[in-house]
Nanobody, 116 residues
Framework: QVQLVESGGGLVQAGGSLRLSCAAS????????MGWYRQTPGKQRELVAT???????NYADSVKGRFTISRDNAENTVYLQMNSLKPDDTAVYYC??????????WGQGTQVTVSS
């Protein structure tokens, strides 16, 4: 079992920045993939960014060049640096972990609101 706790969400003006953190309850060194997803009311949860245990990253087209995902294995934490935020980035952001077992774990989510 892996417990994930997100933090760092909040209210920011368009053009501003936020950094989300996802703290895991156990070492993430061997977790194959960790990622950030987001969801707005009435819509499906969508991929924002993922990072593998080797550090390979993948981003949704809508956030490329603005968001950066990173992981600190020593701190068991994954980060999402979000710059040049837009109102369309408003959503609940969720952290996801997929260990080698294939199980999927989600955090409880953190709200990000970008005002115009």
């Amino acid at each position: 079992q892996v417990q994930l706790v997100e933090s760092g969400g909040g209210l920011v003006q368009a053009g501003g920045s936020l950094r989300l953190s996802c703290a895991a309850s156990k070492t993430i060194f061997s977790i194959n993939v960790m990622g950030w997803y987001r969801q707005t009311p009435g819509k499906q949860r969508e991929l924002v960014a993922t990072i593998t245990s080797r550090g390979s990253t993948n981003y949704a087209d809508s956030v490329k060049g603005r968001f950066t995902i990173s992981r600190d294995n020593a701190e068991n934490t994954v980060y999402l640096q979000m710059n040049s935020l837009k109102p369309d980035d408003t959503a609940v952001y969720y952290c996801k972990a997929v260990p080698s077992t294939g199980s999927v774990y989600w955090g409880q989510g953190t709200q990000v609101t970008v005002s115009s």
